[in-house]
């Protein structure tokens, strides 16, 4: 198992007009920070994560500081050689993959739901003493409920407040180009259940997000080659909404729950909504227990 510098297998992408990709992870036989199991590997590198930035002129706003200070700085130096000169972050959530980079951008305005930021107060201990550590932890320093509308050079942007895969989810739409940058909403392959106690709530909130007028999607985990075409269709939304349902029937079913991802979501990947990918065979068994654990509380 190799384990090259942070960031130096980061892929700069462009998946539509005016937004950038931050791609890394998903290369075989290399880990890039421990053997040992952790989150940076385990829950996002192994995986595949991609971070954006929405760019026009001289400002650009970016979704989510990637996995490490050094993956951040990659982000800012890339906008600084396309001459941007004011930058601002919104925060998807308040995992560690998402936030890692935050010291990056401290001199900038920093966006996040209020739920997020609580979150964040909350587990700085433990974020800061993680493995791999986000020391310091830098916080964002602008709060919003609900909705925020904003503006990136000429290009209208929504920000929508969600429960889905976590409590505290903000999801960023661009109404003009019919895109929605995801977050950890919706994942390729499977979503992570996070909070197996509230997967009815995210069910509710992902009916709602179908509802919404945009036509492709991009998420912060999923495969590189879809992202670089420009992201995954409304399908996706059906797929994900497919998978929390039957690992609630894990409840009942117990033939169901010993199943392997291959098997257990045969019916989802026969849509090429989403596609299988091995690695998730860890998360669907992390998953599954944890949907049958929330049960027995």
């Not at 829950?43 to 990637?66: E, K, N, P, R």
């Not at 291959?262 to 669907?284: C, L, Q, R, S």
Request: glycine share 8%; with cysteine.
């Amino acid at each position: 198992m190799t384990r090259p510098p942070l960031g130096s297998t980061m892929r700069l992408i462009r998946p539509a007009p005016n937004v950038l990709g931050f791609y890394d992870g998903r290369v075989e036989g290399v880990r890039i920070w421990s053997d040992e199991p952790n989150w940076l590997d385990d829950g996002a590198y192994t995986l595949g994560i991609c971070t954006y930035a929405i760019v026009d002129g001289s400002q650009a706003l970016v979704y989510d500081t990637h996995i490490s200070p050094a993956h951040a700085r990659f982000i800012r130096h890339t906008l600084d050689g396309m001459g941007v000169t004011s930058i601002r972050v919104v925060l998807s959530h308040w995992h560690d993959d998402h936030i890692a980079g935050n010291e990056v951008f401290q001199d900038c305005e920093i966006i996040a739901n209020g739920l997020t930021a609580s979150a964040l107060e909350r587990g700085r201990a433990e974020i800061e003493g993680g493995n791999p550590p986000i020391r310091p932890l830098v916080l964002p320093n602008r709060t919003f409920e609900n909705s925020l509308s904003l503006t990136v050079g000429a290009i209208p942007v929504e920000l929508r407040q969600v429960e889905i895969h976590s409590h505290d989810g903000t999801v960023l739409l661009m109404p003009d180009a019919g895109l929605l940058l995801a977050g950890d909403t919706l994942e390729d392959s499977i979503t992570y259940v996070s909070e197996p106690e509230r997967l009815e709530e995210h069910l509710i909130d992902l009916e709602r997000m179908s509802g919404w007028g945009f036509d492709r999607i991009l998420p912060n985990h999923g495969s590189l080659e879809t992202i670089k075409a420009g992201g995954y269709d409304r399908s996706f939304i059906a797929a994900t909404e497919a998978y929390l349902r039957k690992l609630l029937a894990c409840r009942q079913d117990p033939d169901l729950a010993k199943q392997d991802l291959k098997t257990f979501g045969a019916d989802m990947f026969a849509t090429m909504a989403v596609e299988y990918f091995a690695p998730y065979e860890a998360v669907h068994r992390q998953n599954v227990e944890a949907v049958i654990k929330a049960k027995r509380r």
